[in-house]
């Protein structure tokens, strides 16, 4: 149900319809109850818009200009490389990487026949001799040191982003 | 005479890197931007850090803005939107229209007014002063409508409400104003007499 105050702030606000527009217009000229009230609601709709705007610090404009300069000059290398130039080497590259392949293959004499193909033997030093007991402590020693190391550095890491 | 250029000349020239530009938005928005945050922060250094984020974060996003509606408008979603995510982040419950026991007092006072003066002590400062103790919402419903040159259709915009919603905030927000304020105003004068 609509209030008195509530119908003569619609009608103040020019939200009502064109009808009820006219239907308020004549109370308010015939009814003392409507005239008075809507006399107190336009003075204080009046009064409303005297309201004071707050002045922001005289560095405030210059304090965010700065913030954006800051957080330009933080962006990382990676987003300020031009995917396009990316896409343009790695297409360089794929198409010299088939171009050899095509090539290599052409090149092929396919017409060679049975020949009798050997695995070519290899003369690779021994490393059995190496890996003594103290070389495999002192690598999985240096291994749990580091292991260590980056936990406790993707702790901190999501600690910082938890706080930001 | 010299044109004066409009919001959506200065976007353009700020997208094009053009600082100077996004200064002159800014300037031309800072008062009310930092009113707004302070309506939902109540308090100086919070709203300063809302209205300076709100405006990089429109900066970053200023390719993302088309026009559609005013800029001011769109600048004001951002505004209650960071004002929202810092209140919820101080663990501050802004969003019950009902607990009218729950807002906080603003720490600074109006700026350009003497407390002592009994002179500067206006219907005015007043106003000011009710405004200040309403709840958040009511507050910014107040002064988008009243000093913010934006219809419902536009505060709903800004709010992510319905129209009608922001017609039933207003009208209870106005009342509540004409309230707290006729109380202080009768506090006043019986301090006087």
């Given amino acids: 149900m609509n209030s008195i105050e509530e119908k003569l702030w619609n009608y103040i606000d020019g939200t009502c319809t064109p009808a009820e527009q006219a239907a308020i217009a004549l109370l308010i000229e015939h009814d003392e109850v409507y005239r008075r009230k809507y006399g107190e609601l336009l003075a204080l709709n009046a009064e409303f ?3 004071e705007l ?21 962006k990382p290398l990676k987003a300020n490389i031009d995917n396009r130039i990316i896409k343009g080497i790695a297409a360089f590259f794929i198409l010299t990487i088939s171009a050899l392949v095509i090539y290599s293959i052409l090149m092929v004499n396919w017409s060679a026949g049975n020949i009798e193909w050997k695995m070519p033997q290899l003369n690779l030093p021994k490393v059995s001799g190496l890996l003594s007991s103290g ?25 910082i982003a938890k706080a930001a | 005479m010299q044109h004066k250029p409009t919001d959506i000349e200065l976007i353009e020239q700020s997208l094009t890197g053009d ?32 209205a300076q984020d709100c405006f990089v974060k429109a900066y970053r996003n200023l390719q993302a803005f088309q026009g559609q509606s005013k800029f001011s408008t769109w600048l004001y979603s951002i505004v209650y939107t960071t004002a929202m995510t810092h209140l ?18 603003i720490e600074n006072k109006p700026s350009g007014y003497d407390m002592n003066n009994v002179e500067n002590r206006s219907r005015s400062y007043y106003l000011n002063l009710a405004i200040e103790q309403l709840l958040p919402d009511d507050a910014a419903v107040i002064t988008l409508f009243y000093k913010g040159e934006q219809s419902l259709d536009e505060i709903a915009q800004a709010l992510n409400m319905e129209a009608n919603t922001v017609k039933v905030k207003l009208f209870r927000a106005r009342q509540r104003l004409k309230e707290k304020l006729e109380r202080l105003l009768k506090h006043e004068a019986k301090e006087l007499i």
Wanted: aromatic share 12%.
């Fill in chain 2, 19 to 50: 600082q100077s530009a996004y200064a002159e938005l800014i300037r031309r928005n800072q008062r009310f931007v930092f009113t707004l945050a302070l309506r939902f922060t109540k308090n100086r250094e919070d709203a300063e850090e809302v």
């Fill in chain 2, 88 to 105: 919820r982040k101080k663990r501050i419950a802004t969003d019950s229209i009902d607990d009218e026991g729950t807002f906080i007092q």
């Fill in chain 1, 49 to 51: 818009t005297n309201i």
């Fill in chain 1, 54 to 74: 707050d002045e922001p610090p005289m560095a405030f404009t210059y304090n965010v200009l700065e913030q954006i300069r800051a957080e330009q000059a933080l």
């Fill in chain 1, 135 to 159: 070389v495999i402590k002192g690598f999985l020693f240096f291994d749990v040191v580091l292991g260590l190391y980056l936990f406790d550095h993707l702790l901190r890491r999501k600690k």
